[in-house]
């Protein structure tokens, strides 16, 4: 008996022995769970650490900055030296004259100088100040690259949501219709309906399964755009999203969102940006019409040993150029920036105006249908689907009113992706996410 017993313990220790790799490796190959859902600010921040348009407009950003030291760089000063009256052949070496010696270095003049350009008019002040305008604008317009990508990046995550939504919708109803179907088959049994009816049910199950491979595509087409936008390879069936697929019957006044478009809008700083700098390279072109002179020192020493030293102030004379067409483009460059600045907040007011008009619609199409058509729809199918069950209705009026039920959801379903896709074109009009 204990020889059994030690017998089958070694038996099933080298069993386990010889099937724990496959184990191990088959838990390895398995299929790939899917990740957690991605709620909106999940995206969005995965969007605005990944996204490479963004990120290559950035480093655009960090050039900018790194001009500002280039314009605030003082001129290089300037060494010169300077060895004069050599003789290779010597000054007093003549072949035919015993004694003498070829020395060339015997008469040479040395000279050594420093010069430095000094630059008046404030000129290195007003560069830095130029390219730290620019770089301000160069903030603002990539503060507005992302406000329209995180537009586009929005807007794949409403159409991903209304997919799910209208999937679900489209599972929901082929679930309930193929309910209808097995009582059809069983009234059939009983003799209460016709074959030819039967089939016709049937057959208006093929509506549903195309709605749902339609939902399926869609639903596929959304996520591989959000995909794209994240600059993410994950698979497709890995990757999900999730949100309230929903809407708010809160509205603020109009004025009040012009208002938060002229203080956010990133485009109108930009261009407000550009005057400043178009008026600060305007006094930068009127300083460089000024004369800047150049200061320098030279010492040396006379033959055969006699030291100087020397001073020198030139000046140039700006008679002919005095940087007047730069003036002038400057000039006018100021009154160019300040038209597009008037431009930009026209259309301000437009975008605004145009975006609050579409979600008032939308909001004015949801209300009805939240509050009564919705719940009507649902009620006239089960009604006449219960009607027909009992014979109190014909097989036409069963399939109209499936087909009623059906044609309601997806108009509410669409009507909130529009409503959403409306308050994501706010939000872009406005500059920032007043309506989530």
Known sequence: MKRFFLSLSVSATAALFFFAPALVFAQQTGPAQPSPALTWDQVKARFEAANPALQADALGVDEMKAAEITAFLRPNPTASFTMDQLYPFGSHYDPNIPGTRNRPL?????????????????????????????TQIAQSEHINLERNLLFNLRSAFVDTLQAKAVLELAQADLEYYDNIIQISRNRLRAGDI????????????????????????????????????????????????????????DL????????????????????LESIVQAQTN????????????????????NPPLDP????NISIPLRIFDRNQGEKKRTQIDIGRTTELSESVRAEVFSDVDSAYVEVESSLALLRPYKAQYKAQAL?????????YQHGGASLMDFLNAQSDYRAVQLAYAELVGSYLTA??????????EVIQ
């Open 106 to 134: 015997s008469n040479a003049l040395t000279t050594g100088s420093v010069s430095y350009l000094y630059e008046r008019e404030r000129k290195r002040q007003l560069r830095l100040e130029s390219a730290k305008e620019g």
């Open 194 to 249: 016709a074959q030819i009816d039967l089939d016709r049910i049937e057959l208006f199950r093929v509506q549903y399964e195309m709605e749902i491979q339609t939902a399926i595509v869609n639903l596929r087409t959304a996520k591989i755009q959000l995909l794209q936008l994240l600059n993410d390879r994950t698979p497709v069936e890995q990757f999900d999203v999730t949100g309230i697929f929903d809407f708010t019957d």
């Open 252 to 271: 603020k006044p109009l004025d009040e969102f012009r208002q938060i478009a002229l203080d956010e809008r990133p485009d109108l700083r930009a261009a």
């Open 282 to 301: 305007h006094k930068l072109a009127k300083a460089n019409g000024s004369a800047d002179p150049t200061f320098s020192v030279d010492s040396g020493a």
């Open 308 to 311: 100087y030293v020397g001073f």
């Open 379 to 387: 009620r006239v199918r089960d009604t006449v689907t219960y009607s």
């Open 423 to 432: 308050t994501g074109q706010l939000n872009l009009a406005v500059g920032r």
